[in-house]
C-alpha cells in the first residue's frame, strides 16, 4: 500500500506541475494578471497560438514516469504537458512561451513548436499528425544504430484521420521499430467532434488491423495510464515492435486559450469535469490511506514554481536582432537572400 501511495503521490506531482504550467500561461496569453503574481500590466505576455492540454494531464505523466531521458518523444501543437513531463525545465519553457532568449529553443520556437533535446523532446509540431513520421525516423535510427533506447508519439484523435498516421503505422511495423503510438483521443479535433468523422472504432482497432497490439485505456485514470504504459513500454523494449496505446480523455478548454467553445454542449463539459485526473487521483491517495496535506504541498509547490518561472520570463531579455539568422537552413550559397 505505501508503495502504491508514494507512486500516486510522483504522478500527482507531475500532473499539478503541467495544471499550473498551464494556468498560468493561459492567464498570460490573455492579458491578466495571474494568482501567480505578475508584473507585466496589461496585455499578452504569451503570444502566439496557446493550446492547452488542461484535463489531459494524466496521459503524459502515466507515459512518461516510464520513459529514460535517452528515450526521444514527438509532441503536438498541445504539447506543454508532454515536454514537462518528459524532464523539461520548467522556466525556461515558461520563457520560451514569453518568446525570450533564455527560452529552450531562444525564444524562436514558442509554444507551438517547443522541444527540448536534451531531454529527448525532439519537439512539438504545429501540423496535425507531422510528428508521426518523425517519430518513425527516430525510432529507426535507434534501430539502425543498435541502441536500446525507444520512441515515444504523442497525437490526437484528429490525427488519425490523416494520411501520416497510416503511412507512420505501416511503416514502423513493417520495419519493426521501437516506438510506443500514443493517441490522446479528447473528442474534439480543433472545434469539431471527432466521433461523427472517425470511421470504426477509431486508433486502437485501426492499430489492430496493422497487426500492431494496441490497447484503449482511461486517459483520465493516471494509475490505470501508469499501468499499461509501463507495459507496453517495457514490450516496445524487450521485442522491438512497435505497440499503441488509447487514451480516452478530455480537453476541457477551448482549441486555443482564447477560445470560449460555445460550440460545445455544456452539459458534455461538466460531465466530464468530474472525471478530473488531478481530482480522481487525490481520491485514490486520500483512499490509500494517504494525507491530504502531501498533495496541498505539492500544489503550493508547484504555483510557487510557476510564480519563479514567471517572474523570470518576464525580467528576461529578448533575442538579439541578430539572432534571427542563426538556425536557420542555408542553401550553400545565400541565394535564399
Sequence with gaps: MV???QRTVALYRTMARIRAFENAAEIASQGGVSAYGSSAGAGARVRGPLHLS????????????????????????RGHGHTLAKGADLARMMA????????SN???????????FSVGMLGANGVVAAGLPIAVGAAHAQKLQGRDAITACFFGDGAINRGPFLESLNWAQVYGLPLLFVCEDNRWSATTASGPMTAGEGASARADSLGIAGEQVDGNDV????????????EVRARRQP????????????????DAAAYR???????????????????????QGGDAAV????????QEEVARALAAADAAPWPAPEAAFTDVQTTGAGLWR
Design 243 to 258: 505497440r499503441l496505446l488509447h487514451a480516452i480523455t478530455y480537453r476541457v478548454k477551448g482549441h486555443v486559450s482564447v
Design 106 to 116: 531562444a525564444g524562436k520556437g514558442g509554444s507551438m513548436h517547443i522541444a527540448d
Design 54 to 77: 488542461t484535463g489531459q494531464e494524466a496521459v503524459p505523466a502515466g507515459v512518461c514516469a516510464h520513459l529514460r531521458t535517452d528515450d526521444y518523444l514527438t509532441s503536438t501543437h
Design 223 to 234: 494509475l490505470a495510464v501508469d499501468e499499461a504504459a509501463g507495459r507496453l513500454v517495457r
Design 265 to 287: 454542449d455544456p452539459r458534455e463539459l461538466q460531465q466530464a469535469l468530474q472525471a478530473d485526473p488531478l481530482a480522481r487521483a487525490r481520491s485514490r491517495f486520500l483512499a
Design 96 to 103: 520560451e512561451l514569453f518568446g525570450k532568449a533564455s527560452g
Design 295 to 302: 498533495l496541498d504541498a505539492i500544489d503550493r509547490e508547484a
Design 3 to 5: 508503495e502504491s501511495s
